[in-house]
């Protein structure tokens, strides 16, 4: 069961403008809980700025996410801004020229490069000449924390450092991916599991073909199939 506290929704526009803003209280569940959730937008001319945060109850900041749409031909651009992203109280940086292209039939993610406290995650098209590029999604020194830390009830829900990467192929039909992926001290409501290398495909479709090794705390584990 999923309970939204005060739910409450704003809208203001004039001749040029267009203001929008969602906000809960709190969204929760038996394991999960999302404080001062705003969703906000402001639309004018041929742009949309939006944003998404949470906060707790304190004003400290969970998460921003924040940037600019931009209309193309067919299509749309995002940017995230300069300042539009917190993750934990801490701002991370992004660099100028970063973009995600939707268009029809294309997709194409440029240097959306997130990097703070130690930590990176980006989306890049491996061939941007290519409207149908795979993505590929990297993981440097990635605190699962990080993320889990915005919607948890208590804390310890997920631990461990993530690190590797993601290709997704395919995106615009039958999506296929490849993950080459470890995750250092890995553990989930705040029991410890140890390191966890996975390695796993779906190039043929409908068969997906995983290899997980566990290892450390006691646990000594190899699994392979399909």
Known sequence: EIKVDSLIVR?????????ATVRAGSI?????????????GKAGHDSIEV???????DGYMKMLLAGVFNSVP???KFRFGKDGIVFQNVPWSVPSDNYLLFSRNQFIAHDVALRGAGQSLSLN???EKNPRSPLKIEFNDFNLATLS?????DTGLLGGILAGNVVLQNLEKQMAFTSDLTIKDFSFGQRHVGDVTLHANNQTEN???????????????AMQGK
């Open 149 to 153: 830390h915005v919607v948890e009830r």
């Open 207 to 221: 068969v997906y073909d995983v290899n997980m090794d566990i290892t450390g705390n006691g646990n000594q584990i």
């Open 125 to 127: 098209s491996t061939d």
């Open 74 to 76: 067919d299509g749309y």
């Open 11 to 19: 809208v203001n526009s004039d001749a040029d403008l267009l203001q």
């Open 51 to 57: 944003s998404l945060q949470s906060t707790s109850r």
């Open 28 to 40: 929760t569940d038996s394991m999960l809980q999302i404080t001062n959730l705003q969703l906000a």
